[in-house]
């Protein structure tokens, strides 16, 4: 099994609507969970952090699921400017991050 | 602030050539890193700097080498340059309390 696993997409979604994917992590020790963003040919950068209560962050929802392994993004009210890759990342037992390939997400008007 | 910045941002190299990555940041962070991202896998973390004077090995070292000049610049050593080394290549601080990690706009490597 990978270490981290995401469905590389793309998610084609219509202007408005709710999307939501997921990323399956295998080190159980992991503590710590991100979320980034990569536009196409750019830098990633964070979106937000997950936290074991699950966190808010406007028309974005981030959860984490220690029993079965995995976080998941949710993204309200969809925007054309949401179309982008979303990384998902942890960190290993030596507090390095390990990184997704990605969920290539495109918001249709 | 500039933040974190490489260069160069585009590098066409023949097998064999070698050549420097540069990154210079001015968060005043202690943690520097190199990433390579190739199509289709995540980041992957060819070494890191946690202070000024420590370097470490990442997941994928081999063919590489780096200098933590001092905190502000952690550079990237290409010795002799393979195709498999054609990347897209990012340098990457870490800020400790929040865990997150800032990067740069990376540099498009194409070895032929």
């Known amino acids: 099994r990978k270490e981290v696993e995401q469905d590389p997409g793309p998610f084609n979604v219509p202007e408005g609507a709710t999307v939501a994917f997921n990323c399956t992590y295998s080190?159980?020790?992991?503590?710590?969970f991100f979320w980034y963003r990569q536009d196409c040919r750019k830098e990633p950068k964070l979106l937000m952090s997950v936290y074991s209560s699950g966190n808010e962050d406007g028309r974005f929802t981030a959860q984490l699921n220690r029993a079965s392994q995995y976080i998941s993004l949710l993204i309200r009210d969809s925007k054309l400017s949401d179309s982008a890759t979303y990384l998902c990342v942890f960190s290993d037992s030596n507090y390095q991050l390990i990184w997704g390939a990605g969920t290539k997400l495109i918001i249709k008007p | 602030n500039a933040g974190v910045t490489q260069t160069p941002k585009f590098q066409v190299l023949k097998t064999g050539q070698s050549m420097t990555l540069q990154c210079a940041q001015d968060m005043n962070h202690n943690s520097m890193y190199w990433y390579r991202q190739d199509p289709g896998m995540g980041l992957r973390l060819i070494y890191y700097?946690?202070?000024?004077?420590?370097?470490d090995k990442g997941e994928v070292p081999n063919g590489y080498n780096v200098s933590r000049l001092n905190k502000r610049e952690f550079s990237l050593r290409l010795e002799s340059a393979a195709p498999s080394q054609t990347s897209v290549y990012f340098c990457?601080?870490?800020?400790?309390?929040?865990?997150?990690?800032?990067f740069g706009p990376g540099t498009r490597l194409l070895v032929l």
């Open positions: 990457a601080t870490h800020r400790e309390v929040v865990e997150t990690q800032y």
């Open positions: 080190n159980s020790a992991s503590q710590s």
């Open positions: 700097s946690a202070s000024e004077g420590t370097t």
